[in-house]
């Protein structure tokens, strides 16, 4: 059942990265694991590596997948904004990483977040 779940995060990330971020995002590996204190979380650094490249890790915790699919999407839309801002060298968190800046330093108009 994971393995559908992951599919379909998988195609979830390519529409979202296509409609809010004009398909700007790099690939990343999505987990879903156990982390009861996160709907979600991304890596700092790209984590899982190929031969010949590179990955950050977006994880969605298991033990909130039940709550509703658009919940779920949001959580996985937030962990991409992350990424958006890290790929562009925007600093989205504090240094202590606890408070989200992102909405502060992303001024387009066109992005919803």
């Not at 298991?62 to 562009?88: D, F, G, S, W």
């Amino acid at each position: 059942m994971l393995s559908k779940d992951n599919a379909l995060f998988e195609k979830a990330f390519d529409v979202l990265n296509r409609v809010y971020f004009n398909a700007e995002l790099p690939k990343v590996m999505i987990t879903i694991q156990s982390r009861p204190k996160a709907y979600g979380y991304i890596t700092c650094n790209e984590v899982w590596t190929d031969t010949d490249r590179s990955y950050y890790e977006i994880n969605i915790t298991a033990e909130y997948l039940n709550r509703p699919i658009e919940n779920v999407l949001a959580t996985l839309q937030h962990e991409m904004v992350h990424l958006y801002c890290m790929v562009n060298g925007i600093q989205d968190t504090s240094k202590a990483g606890r408070y989200h800046m992102a909405l502060i330093h992303i001024s387009e108009p066109t992005r919803p977040y």
